[in-house]
């Protein structure tokens, strides 16, 4: 990708700062709640229903929220969000306080937290690429900066703070994040009005969702994006669900050295994250993609084979470092190339997918562990992510991207996807 613009508008450094600040705000809550619940019950499942409630509004309402955010401003959208979880938050913060703090308020809360994350962050997807004019190279360099400080803040600065803060008081995490969730929404609410996208004839919200699904299965490069997260989510979550025992049965490391294990992978992501764009520049962007997608896949066979917890480390890191810098190319791509008046139903439509899949890799992993041995989960994962990236491949290919980003001009349809051939409306698929 190439383009003559290479100065990021003002603008961006207050949507950076306030994800910045939000995401830290994530990672604070992200370890409180757990440790909150865990000081209520000491039953599995009660800690299961507060850790899944958080992820159950993308599996129930992904797709309508992205026709929702689609029909509203998305700055708008995202500053209101951010204020109601601010104010959401001043419920478990009162009643930690007053010592009536319940596993069922922690669920809502977490239910409720996951919702708006669902609002704000397809509204942030979907306002990007029209602060940057929707330029690729700019793209690139707007969601490097933007995945790489998510993953300092909700990954290394935010999980220890929340546990920190939680020493202080019960209620002190919980008042934290709603801090960050206010200056968010501050910071948003002094962004450029970007205009709304074109007026589409009023259709009922499923209907028009089901458009929004529809345009990525029938698209090669959006169903090729769609498909790396959602089958990368199977392969992954079979590898973390038994990769504390993994570590500690087959590896000697204890519980210092896990958390070192996980910071290598979260060191390899910042990595990634930082030369996405250099290697889209060198390859182009659908080989870029394909090479991290192999990086991935070789990174956990090189896991599952490791010897001592060096190898595992080095594994975990270029593993991250992959991951890292797919999680930058692919969504730069999507924003450059999908329709303004679309973009929040394909972006919740891919983050949907992939939510639906992490179960699925979550249950895989467990049953392959129970009736194989604690290596196969992640034999098994390897070999899923490079089949993945042989499938996908021709998909995503230079040849496919460039297309796409020629065609995705305002002069293209808004029902039809940028990528499609003119030649091939009759038989749209897989190739």
């Not at 306030?18 to 000081?39: F, R």
């Not at 089901?210 to 490069?221: E, F, K, L, P």
């Not at 060191?267 to 030369?275: D, K, V, Y």
């Not at 999908?338 to 929040?344: E, I, K, Q, R």
Request: proline residues 6%; hydrophobic residues 55%; aromatic residues 6%.
């Amino acid at each position: 990708m190439t383009s003559g613009r290479r100065t990021l508008p003002t603008g961006f450094g207050r949507l950076w700062t306030a994800q910045t600040v939000s995401s830290l705000g994530d990672g604070v809550s992200h370890a409180a709640l757990p440790l909150l619940a865990l000081m209520l019950t000491r039953q599995p499942m009660a800690l299961a229903v507060v850790t899944a409630a958080g992820t159950l509004p993308w599996l129930l309402f992904g797709v309508l929220g992205g026709a929702l955010v689609d029909r509203w401003d998305r700055r708008r959208t995202m500053w209101v969000t951010d204020a109601a979880r601010a104010v959401l938050l001043a419920i478990p913060a009162a009643a930690a306080a007053l010592d009536v703090l319940s596993i069922p308020l922690l669920a809502a809360v977490a239910f409720l937290l996951g919702l708006g994350g669902l609002f704000f962050d397809t509204a942030a997807t979907a306002y990007l690429p029209d602060l940057l004019g929707r330029d690729p190279a700019l793209l690139e360099r707007a969601n490097s900066r933007l995945r790489g400080a998510q993953t300092t803040m909700s990954g290394f600065a935010g999980p220890p703070a929340g546990s920190a803060l939680l020493a202080l008081g019960r209620a002190v995490p919980l008042l934290a994040d709603a801090v960050s969730f206010m200056l968010s929404a501050l910071l948003v609410r002094s962004l450029p009005v970007m205009p709304r996208p074109a007026v589409e004839v009023r259709e009922s919200l499923l209907r028009q969702a089901r458009a929004g699904v529809w345009y990525v299965v029938r698209d090669r490069v959006l169903l090729g994006l769609a498909l790396r997260p959602a089958v990368g989510n199977i392969a992954f979550l079979a590898v973390e669900t038994v990769l504390a025992l993994f570590a500690h049965d087959r590896l000697g490391i204890d519980t210092y050295g896990f958390g070192l294990l996980l910071t290598a992978e979260a060191t390899g992501g910042l990595l990634g994250a930082g030369i996405a764009s250099r290697l889209g520049r060198r390859l182009g962007t659908g080989t870029a993609l394909t090479c991290t997608a192999a990086v991935e896949g070789l990174a956990v066979l090189g896991l599952a084979a490791a010897p001592n917890p060096y190898v595992a480390g080095l594994a975990l890191a270029v593993c991250g470092a992959g991951m890292g810098a797919t999680m930058v190319l692919g969504p730069s791509l999507r924003q450059a190339i999908v329709p303004a008046h679309l973009m929040g139903r394909v972006a919740s439509t891919s983050r949907m997918l992939a939510m639906c899949a992490a179960p699925v890799g979550a249950f895989l992993g467990g049953w392959l562990a129970t009736t194989y041995d604690i290596r196969t989960p992640l034999y098994a994962a390897a070999v899923l992510l490079l089949a993945m990236t042989a499938v996908t491949a021709s998909m995503t290919s230079n040849r496919r991207v460039e297309a796409a980003l020629r065609a995705a001009v305002p002069a293209a349809g808004p029902d039809r996807p940028a990528s499609e051939d003119p030649a091939q409306e009759s038989a749209p698929g897989l190739v």
